[in-house]
């Protein structure tokens, strides 16, 4: 099994994968446009990236890719269109750059709070300013209102604690009570109610549809003259546009390591207007790029590697049918010989009843096996009689999953 490296990547990560596979190509300069051609001759099984765009050109290259790893978690830059046509696993690494995204968010706060950055900056130019620097309001006591509460907002909301901040949230997944007791954050029911009643906003949800331009001038125009606006999600949630109005305008200050158009390599020319504002503090998509979040992924890249080459799994798909209905579930106790599985699934299929999901468990001392088949429609009392007369089936259970249509 070949795997291919197309970004950074830890050097212990790679020295324990290179011990677990037959081949590890790593090439971390790899620009997207070049990927293609960079899969096709290495014939890989297995592409693992951070930043670099996977496109549907790329999925097409070789016939022999069947799995794409986002060594992160966002998977935006991923075709996954094109990946489930061509039958590609996709999967991530949720949660692992969670703490490191977390502490940049805290620091781009603090620093707006007490101005750091700008402080610096005249003392590297000969300037003492204790006057204009000495001013600050503080963060305790003020209401932080988190858009999203996933694993990297609840980072923030334990970090964020611990400075004083009164915790609020909004999320489309509803916040159950004892999560939001654990968390000591207050679920609020809008977008709306929470832009209005936080002096500090940080925005934590993944790039989509349903997310594009989430936080744009109207959303802005809630906000409390004078509060903060934290971005370190994705580019494309937050209207650049309109944030650098409302910045210009002196009603909100900034703080954002994401931006719409940002380049996708290391180092690149950039010119984004935000960037430059006196009321912004920005960082170049930095937020997971720590020394510790690097070992979390990587370690995480190699469970996902070993368990899909041992055990045939894939952890944290990206890419498959979570909302299928399966109404029936079928148990078929069968005595462990070449052609028994295919000679059930070949009357289901018969009566054209499309599996869902099979699982298939070998006994001790490998004489007989268990398979459990999960399908959409009943079959027929006529098909289960006949696989029950069968010699190599020992028993037979039909259990309805209690799924509605």
């Given amino acids: 099994m070949r795997v291919l490296i197309a970004d950074k990547f830890s050097p212990q990560g790679l020295a324990t994968l290179q011990g677990m596979v037959d081949e590890v190509i790593f090439r971390p300069d790899l620009k997207s446009e070049e990927l293609p051609a960079a899969l096709s001759e ?9 930043s670099t765009k996977v496109t549907g050109e790329a999925m097409t290259a070789t016939d022999t890719l069947s799995l794409v790893i986002r060594a992160g978690a966002g998977v935006n830059t991923i075709d996954l269109k094109a990946a489930s046509k061509r039958g590609i696993f996709v999967a991530n690494c949720p949660g692992k750059n969670a703490i490191a995204v977390a502490e940049l968010t805290m620091g781009l706060l603090l620093a707006l709070d007490r101005r750091i950055v700008d402080a610096t900056a005249d003392l590297r130019a000969g300037q003492w300013n204790k006057s204009k620097y000495g001013k600050a309001r503080g963060i305790k006591g003020q209401t932080l209102g988190l858009v999203g509460f996933g694993m990297i907002a609840r980072e923030v909301a334990v970090r964020a604690r611990a400075f004083g901040l009164k915790l609020q949230a909004y ?12 968390f000591a954050v207050a679920p609020v029911a809008s977008l709306s109610e929470l832009l209005r009643t936080s002096d500090v906003v940080s925005v934590h949800v993944p790039y989509g549809p349903t997310t594009h331009h989430l936080i744009g001038r109207d959303e802005l125009a ?3 003259k004078g509060s903060i606006l934290l971005h370190t999600a994705r580019g494309g949630v937050v209207d650049d546009a309109a944030l650098a109005e409302a910045v210009a305008s002196g009603r909100v200050r900034a703080g954002t390591d994401v931006f719409e158009g940002e380049p996708a390599g290391g180092t690149a020319e950039f010119d984004n207007p935000l960037a430059k504002l006196d009321g912004v503090y920005a960082t170049p998509h930095i937020g997971a790029s720590s020394d510790q979040a690097a070992a979390a992924i990587s370690d995480e890249v190699l469970r996902i590697i070993h368990d899909y080459f041992a055990k045939g799994l894939v952890h944290n798909v990206v890419n498959i049918v979570s909302d299928r209905v399966a109404r029936f579930r079928l148990i078929v106790r069968h005595v462990d010989q070449v052609g028994v599985l295919a000679g059930i699934l070949s009357a289901l299929r018969g009566e054209k009843l499309n599996v869902q999901e099979m699982q298939n468990i070998i006994f001790a001392r490998g004489e007989a096996a268990c398979a459990t088949i999960t399908l959409e429609h009943r079959p027929s009392d006529l098909l289960l009689d006949k696989l029950r007369q069968k010699e190599t089936i020992l028993a037979i259970e039909l259990r309805a999953t209690g799924a509605s249509a």
């Fill in 42 to 50: 290495a014939g890989a099984s297995v592409l693992v990236v951070r």
């Fill in 171 to 182: 999320s489309r997944a509803p916040i159950d009570a004892e999560t939001a007791e654990a």
């Fill in 222 to 224: 809630l906000m409390r």
